[in-house]
């Protein structure tokens, strides 16, 4: 039964290849591109109106307003006038390119075998050729963090953007941050039972021992390196890398957190977080620990919340002081991301401090603030330009693209399936 079921997958895959290959990536920008009279929404809360964005060599060269900008009347110019222009969304926590149909096993790649797997690498398991991917970004998102899962030390994640040949092609950072699930004290079985874990201490203790050991060898001389797990964490130990935990109680939380610090980790960021990180956010805010909403177009945690919970969190994380972003739980739902924005601005935020929650958020977060999150002089020309409001899914709609100065082809399956059937019955008409 297994082999008949691996053998459907492999039969499946290469007629997805064939039937739904993703357009070529775009050539490298060879000239000035200017987007005249459009409105700016700068992603740190500023708006410029009838302005105009001059990117050159894959920068932005200047951003300013029309009377006001000065620019080659030669490039290549676009008139937006009406339209909105925002920074290219960032997607935190995500599968994509390692999950193509989650009930097909040979479509997904997320894990590895074994609990302690620092030195695995998502980064080299990504397909860049995913049929999700220009899916997810005709509707804005530009640049994601593929993170690997599983175990309780997962491996490292990378930031990748979206239109590239290859793994390499599309790596804008490479193993930014560890991935640490902590062990859950309780397991939940259903209608209301709880159990203990009886692992949870052998579990913690295996962690431990993990990062005493990486610590012992990144003190030991030179010569004697060469154990690739331990020379995972090196980097982690020395600062140069992100924390990323999963935890999912307050207790566990505060338990993990704890233990980073005990290890001189200064960036840490709380992912697959809800309503029970809310419960310490004091902690939180103490240890300067970002967090990442997992999904707030969902149910509350328990049936002692509120109803709206889960979309109210980002404001009070926002307004607490907290560095928060947002994330969606169920891969395909990635396609929405700019509306998981859109609600948290219907519940106490404003629409430019939401939009810095997709945005100039999430690339402090994931440490790539300097080229990304924020439409600045000198960062990449990443970048999008929409009909209507980006938040809104009444008046959006992303009608160009732009990574690093390159015009993204925003065509996707669902278009071209959408154009194909349009097509039979304008052919036929109603019956």
Sequence with gaps: ????????????????????????????????????????????????????????????????????????????????????????????????GLVEIGSVRATVDTRETGTLNPNVRSIVAYDSDSRLIPTIRSNGVMLAQVVPGGGLISGTSSIVQLD?????????????????????????????????????????????????DARVYSRGPEQHKGNLKLEALKGLLEGSMHLYIDASSPETIIESVSFAREYGIDNIVLTGAGEEAWKVKDFLKKHDV???????????????????????LPAKFYHAGIQVGLSVSWLPRSMNYPFLAGTAAAFGLGKEEALQLITKMPAEILGIDDIAGTLEEGKDATLIVSEGDILDMK?????????????????????????????????QGPK
């Design 1 to 96: 039964m297994i082999r008949f079921i691996y053998l459907i997958g492999f039969l499946i895959v290469p007629f997805i290849a064939v039937n739904a290959q993703p357009p070529s990536p775009a050539p490298a920008q060879d000239k000035p591109i200017l987007l005249v009279g459009g409105t700016v929404h700068v992603g740190n809360g500023e708006v410029i109106e009838d302005a105009v964005v001059v990117m050159e060599e894959g920068r932005i060269e200047k951003i300013g307003t029309k009377g006001e900008t000065q620019y080659n009347k030669e490039s290549f110019v676009y008139d937006v006038t009406g339209k909105q222009i925002y920074p290219g969304l960032i997607l935190p926590a995500s599968t994509l």
């Design 164 to 212: 590239a040949w290859d793994w390499e092609d599309a790596a804008v950072r490479m193993g930014n941050g560890m991935h640490m699930r902590w062990p859950r004290k309780f397991h939940h079985k259903g209608e209301g039972r709880i159990s203990k874990n009886p692992e949870y201490e052998k579990q913690v203790k295996s962690i431990r021992a993990l990062f005493e």
């Design 290 to 312: 970002a967090v990442i909403l997992s999904e707030i177009h969902s149910l509350p945690a328990g049936s002692h919340y509120d109803i709206w919970e889960p979309c109210k």
């Design 395 to 427: 008046t959006n709609e992303v009608t160009r693209a732009f990574i690093r100065g390159r015009e993204i082809d925003l065509d996707n399956r669902h278009k071209k399936l959408y154009r194909k059937y349009k097509g039979r019955y304008d052919q």
